[in-house]
């Protein structure tokens, strides 16, 4: 069996593919898991006594924490994709969602004093899918502003944009996916998957963010604290969101991006100030700030 190695900060592990790529595992979650290798479950314990041992008890800095315990993870886009709905154990390969659902997953463990993957596993169900309880496709969360309200129902995340200043609101129809249904492929050949999806996507959803002018203001700045989470607004039109990570503080008080990076190709912090990243782009109109709940 081929083995692959990845160096993750100061952290070497063996990590070996899996003959059977769904293989059923005994945990805190009773669903079907899919692991990505061998060496998921032994890097993600490891990650918990990290920190433990860090000595953090507060969300945002066991958030930031384990951010950098992760950097230079190969960026890997639809790793969850299957021909079945399965938990999909994957801390070798991140994107920009499966990235901060990872954090997720870290610091909720850490906080409740859980240091074992089978915990960690829980609590990934617990922050992908709707109520907490993985389905089909369907139960699936896709778009952020649901996985907004439904995490912040279960008390899991809050988002903080309207609290922030120069906070403005925006309207939109989240409907890309079944607009879109063949750049899926759970949905480019089942069309009653594409009703089921249709059923969750948000009609003239209104929700908050903060246009990009505002992130160089020095009260804006203030606002935001390492840690918290982020996502791109666009203006794509379907989307509330382009791409998520999470913002970083420097010593002299200006946020920066560390995210999942599909053209840098892996976790990594970003080289410019938050405002001058946006500007690269003309379709990330602005942000969105979430925090974990205690």
């Known amino acids: 069996m081929k083995k692959m190695i990845f160096l993750m900060v100061l952290l070497l592990v063996a990590c070996a593919p899996r003959q059977d790529s769904q293989q059923e595992a005994q945990a805190a979650t009773t669903v079907k898991m899919r ?129 922030l200043p120069h906070a403005d609101y925006l309207v939109k129809n989240i409907d890309y996916m079944t607009k879109n249904p063949g750049q899926y492929r759970q949905l480019k050949n089942d069309s009653a998957m594409v009703e089921k999806i249709r059923r969750y996507e948000l009609r003239q959803h209104r929700f908050p963010y903060l246009k990009r002018s505002w992130l160089n203001n020095k009260d804006v700045k203030a606002a935001l604290h390492s840690g918290d989470f982020i996502s791109l607004v666009t203006k794509i039109d379907g989307l509330d969101v382009s791409h998520n990570g999470i913002v970083i503080v420097d010593e002299k008080g200006d946020p920066y991006l560390l995210d999942a990076s599909m053209s840098g190709g892996k976790v990594m912090l970003e080289s410019k100030p938050l405002f001058k990243y946006l500007e690269r782009s003309k379709n990330n109109i602005g942000v969105r700030i979430f925090r974990m709940m205690p």
């Open 35 to 163: 692991f990505h290798c061998d060496g998921d479950t032994t890097l993600i314990n490891e990650l918990l006594m990290k920190g433990y041992k860090s000595g953090i008890h507060d969300a945002n800095g066991l958030i930031e924490f384990y951010a950098r315990q992760l950097l230079g993870t190969p960026y890997v886009a639809h790793t969850l994709e299957a021909d079945e709905e399965i938990l999909t154990i994957n801390i070798h390969e991140l994107d920009c969602l499966t990235f901060i659902e990872t954090l997720y997953a870290l610091t909720r463990a850490t906080l409740n004093q859980r240091y074992s993957w089978r915990d960690y596993a829980a609590n990934i169900e617990n922050v992908r899918y709707r109520g907490g309880t993985m389905g089909d496709y369907s139960s699936r969360i896709h778009y952020i502003s649901e996985w907004i309200i439904d995490n912040h129902m279960r008390g899991n995340l809050v988002e903080v944009t309207p609290d």
